[in-house]
């Protein structure tokens, strides 16, 4: 993207119809490190990268509990989500002072898409540069909605966001059919391997990654090192498990191949036969 003269106000319109600062605001929830929401009947699992920006510091919390059946996951400003967090959590609080309730998710998403539609609409203030994933937990099941810089939300079965989300997003198509009926646990893998996707090859570590789960009968909560990391072991030492079982079906085709006439095959690359 580059500066022109429709970008100056987040009140300019261009001639295309087109507010610039908007789409801004939705590229720095491009640039951030990738968040993954998935749920299923009962439960909703959020996993995040957080890498270091240095050896000597210690990683910016991008997920943040907001009630006991809700929680956020964040790309984009971590400032700017910290902040929309805590309006998040003042607005729990609130609620449930004032009808002894829990607050309706899908209430509490349409309170933050306002607010931040309000910064699309005032010259004299910016988009918030954050992308919100929301998991929660209502009397109607289990939700997980995704909240843009434009005042826009949309709930979702599964979705990512972030950078290089889109290696991720085509993991969760592949297992969306199973999301549904999934169990806790099988929710929380799928979590990790969307986000093993999102790493281009780096390896897979509880120190770079964080998983928070909410459900029926489980209030929400972040789970701890420890627990990641040996979930983490569970799934790789079954996938080398599986490695090996798919080699001996791959023998009879070899053998097909090497009685076929060696004189058809000249000129051919070996991918190609």
């Known amino acids: 993207m580059f500066r022109n003269q429709y970008d100056t106000d987040v009140t300019t319109w261009s001639p295309a119809g087109r507010l610039f600062q908007v789409e801004y ?14 749920r299923s009947k ?25 009630d006991d059946h809700i929680g956020v996951a964040i790309a984009g400003l971590t400032a700017d989500g910290r902040v929309l967090s805590r309006y998040m959590r003042s607005e729990c609080i609130n609620y449930s002072f004032s009808y002894e309730s829990p607050l309706p998710v899908g209430r509490l998403v349409v309170q933050l898409a306002d607010k931040a539609q309000v910064c699309t609409q005032r010259s004299w203030k910016r988009p918030y540069g954050v992308g919100l994933l929301v998991a929660g937990l209502d009397e109607s099941g289990a939700h997980l909605y995704y909240n843009c810089p434009s005042g826009n939300y949309f709930e979702y079965q599964a979705f990512a966001i972030g950078s290089r989300s889109q ?6 198509e592949r297992r969306f059919s199973n999301f549904s009926n999934s169990c806790r646990d099988d929710l929380v893998k799928d979590a990790l391997l969307a986000i093993r996707e999102t790493l281009q090859g780096e ?4 120190s770079i990654c964080t998983v928070a789960v909410v459900g029926v009968g489980e209030s929400f909560h972040i789970l701890d090192q420890e627990t990641v990391q040996k979930l983490i072991d569970a799934f790789e030492i079954v996938g080398e498990a599986e490695g090996p079982a798919a080699e001996p079906e791959a023998a009879p085709e070899q053998g ?7 004189g058809s095959d000249e000129g051919i690359a070996p991918m190609d036969i």
């Open 25 to 38: 605001a939705m590229e720095a929830v491009k640039q951030g490190s990738a968040a993954i929401g998935l």
């Open 256 to 262: 097909f191949i090497a009685e076929r006439d060696p």
């Open 203 to 206: 390896t897979l570590k509880s």
């Open 42 to 66: 009962t439960h909703v699992v959020l996993a995040c990268v957080n890498k270091a920006n240095s050896e000597l510091s210690s990683h910016q919390k991008k997920i943040f509990k907001v």
């Open 167 to 172: 290696a991720a997003k085509t993991y969760l």
